[in-house]
């Protein structure tokens, strides 16, 4: 499976359904999943990096996720409110 729609389905484990069923039909849906799985694996390489300003790296990474996550949780809602699906988000 692609690494960005196994990172959405881990993140949102409770709409793996709804992750897979926008992945086949939406394109933006599709590059948000991989926005999150480069942006989950850079704040991996920071969190064990000791470079310099490693700190704010993870900071702004995890920031980064969280609003991947945002818009991944807005597209869920959006298809849901379009197909009558009750799943809450």
């Given at each position: 499976?692609?690494?960005?729609?196994?990172?959405a389905i881990r993140l949102l484990?409770?709409?793996?359904?709804?992750?897979?069923?926008?992945?086949?039909?939406?394109e933006s849906f599709r590059a948000?999943?991989?926005?999150?799985?480069?942006?989950?694996?850079?704040?991996?390489?920071?969190?064990?990096?000791?470079?310099?300003?490693?700190?704010?790296?993870?900071?702004?990474?995890?920031?980064?996720?969280?609003?991947?996550?945002?818009?991944?949780?807005?597209?869920?809602?959006e298809r849901e409110r379009r197909?009558?699906?009750?799943?809450?988000?």
């Open positions: 499976m692609d690494p960005g729609v196994l990172a484990p409770r709409h793996k359904r709804a992750i897979e069923e926008l992945v086949l039909s939406n948000l999943c991989g926005d999150l799985a480069e942006a989950e694996q850079a704040l991996r390489r920071w969190q064990s990096s000791r470079a310099a300003g490693h700190a704010e790296r993870c900071v702004e990474y995890r920031h980064l996720v969280d609003g991947l996550e945002a818009e991944l949780r807005q597209a869920i809602r197909s009558g699906d009750g799943e809450r988000v």
